[in-house]
Each structure stands twice: as structure tokens, then as C-alpha cells.
């Protein structure tokens, strides 16, 4: 079963623009990840939050946390045409196997 | 790159036959973790391995099973194949041990179409 929950399911914009993306999720975590996947290929870590961080900064990637709500974002700032890919949030409960819990992904395409 | 390899890339069976895909892992890292993603949705947790032990498995049948050999490399295997067995299989290796030992790093994936 899928944990996190993203929205939109679909995004399109121009080229500079900033994109949000937003997840919610259900239980109590250990952390929070953000990943890329191009056309259907292997996925590539961006970001990790733990559960007691609010915000992170990676390159033009911002990511924030409200553990209250159960919900992340991921900012992504002066979009490019190589940031066309779906994103995914990934949990991790931090309980025994390391098992990351993918919500349905983010298909973001930007245009030129 | 991350340095996780899987093969094949591609791989065509029919209902009912048995499948076993392969992962390389990352050098130093001890943890291999598979995961199926079906076409337009997230990947699912099937099972994790540590140091040639399963370290956890998600919610799938006995005949998804796995073995993770001494150098960490590991196999899927899949027997009696049904339809919905079609997906991208991922494979993702990491070290619980090292500083970014959250993070997962995953290959290319195994893309199988079940006929």
C-alpha cells in the first residue's frame, strides 16, 4: 500500500518558473526523501529531512517538513528543461528494515 | 551513477514461468532492497537483505524470494508468473552503518513484461 499521498499528480509550467510539489503521509516516520526518475528508469536520491528538521536546502531544491500535519514539499527553483521527471516522497519509519514507503509520484514537465 | 547494476534490462516471459533478475550493489555497501513499481505508480517495498539475511519483507507471496550472496550482490526470484507481475523491478543498496546510511541508492531497474 502506498504511504504518502502526492500532489498534484501533474504539473506543467515554463522554463524558470518555480515548481511545488506536496506530499502527505500517514504514520510517524524517521525520515522523509525526495527522489527523481526519468522515463520510467532507476531512481535518483535528491534530499533527505529527518523528522526533526523543518527545512533543507539543497541546490535549487528546498524541502519542508511538518511532521503536525504529516506533510512535506519540495520546492524546486528556477525550473529547467532537465528537471522533467516524476518525483516521489519516500518515507522511512525507521523501525527494523529500512523500507522506504513511495507515494504515487509528481509528473512535472517543464517547458521550454 | 550510483554504481548499483542490474541486469537484465529488459526481460519477456509467459504466465507461469520463473524469473530471476540480478543486482550489483554499490562498493561497501552490505544492504540490497527490492522494490516493484507497476506502470504510473510508486515503487513497493518487496524485501531486504543484510549480510546474506532477509532484513524485512513487505506485503508480497512466497514466490517472490530472494538471496543475497558474500560479495552483498543479490537475485529476485519469481516463480509461476502472473500478468500483474509486469513491472519495473529496482533494486537499491545501502550501508546502515555509513553517515548517509538513510539513504538508498538505487539502479536502473529491470523491466519485465509478463505475456
Known amino acids: 500500500s502506498q504511504q504518502g499521498e502526492e500532489d498534484p499528480q501533474a504539473l506543467s509550467i515554463q522554463e524558470g518558473e518555480n515548481a511545488t510539489m506536496n506530499c502527505s503521509y500517514k504514520?510517524?516516520?524517521?525520515?522523509l526523501q525526495w527522489y527523481r526518475q526519468n522515463s520510467g528508469r532507476g531512481l535518483v536520491h535528491l534530499i533527505l529531512i529527518r523528522s526533526n528538521e523543518r527545512e533543507k536546502h539543497s541546490g535549487r531544491l528546498r524541502v519542508t517538513l511538518d511532521t503536525s500535519k504529516k506533510s512535506s514539499s519540495l520546492l524546486i527553483t528556477a525550473s529547467r528543461a532537465a528537471d522533467t521527471a516524476s518525483y516521489f516522497c519516500a518515507t522511512d519509519a525507521g523501525q527494523g528494515a529500512q523500507k522506504l514507503v513511495f507515494g504515487q509520484g509528481t509528473r512535472l514537465t517543464i517547458n521550454p | 551513477e550510483t554504481g548499483v547494476t542490474q541486469s537484465p534490462t529488459h526481460l519477456i516471459k509467459t504466465r507461469g514461468q520463473q524469473v530471476t533478475l540480478r543486482c550489483s550493489s554499490q562498493?561497501?555497501?552490505?544492504?540490497v532492497s527490492w522494490y516493484q513499481q507497476a506502470l504510473g505508480q510508486g515503487p513497493q517495498f518487496i524485501f531486504q537483505y543484510y549480510r546474506e539475511e532477509e532484513n524485512g519483507r513487505g506485503n508480497f507471496p512466497p514466490r517472490f524470494s530472494g538471496l543475497q550472496f558474500p560479495n552483498y550482490s543479490s537475485e529476485l526470484n519469481v516463480n509461476a508468473l502472473e500478468l500483474d507481475d509486469s513491472a519495473l523491478y529496482l533494486c537499491?543498496?545501502?550501508?546502515?552503518?555509513?553517515?548517509?546510511?538513510?539513504?538508498?541508492?538505487f539502479g536502473p531497474g529491470t523491466r519485465l513484461l509478463v505475456l
Open positions: 537499491a543498496s545501502s550501508d546502515p552503518s555509513g553517515g548517509a546510511r538513510e539513504t538508498q541508492y
Open positions: 504514520t510517524s516516520i524517521n525520515n
Open positions: 562498493s561497501g555497501h552490505n544492504t
